[in-house]
């Protein structure tokens, strides 16, 4: 992916690349499950380490007693 591509997303840009609500982005950050980087008191996510977790299952995981 070209340097340019691989930007820095907004909880809210995340959701919306990921055709998600905020819902599960929300558990996953809270479990540690998807890669999150904190700014400041933003979340931010980098669109290749959120490819590299799909690619490997992240999302599709089933979520732990926890997070029922």
């Known amino acids: 992916m ?3 591509n691989d930007r820095w997303l907004s909880v809210k840009e995340d959701c919306s690349y ?3 609500s905020s819902d599960p982005v ?5 479990t ?3 890669p999150v980087h904190r ?3 933003l ?3 980098k669109i290749s380490e959120i490819e590299a977790w799909v ?7 089933k979520q732990q007693k926890d997070d029922k």
Request: overall charge positive.
């Open 2 to 4: 070209n340097e340019m």
């Open 18 to 20: 990921m055709g998600v």
């Open 26 to 30: 929300s558990r996953w950050v809270a």
């Open 32 to 34: 540690h499950a998807k």
């Open 39 to 41: 700014m400041g008191r």
């Open 43 to 45: 979340w931010k996510f």
């Open 55 to 61: 690619k490997v299952g992240g999302a599709s995981r």
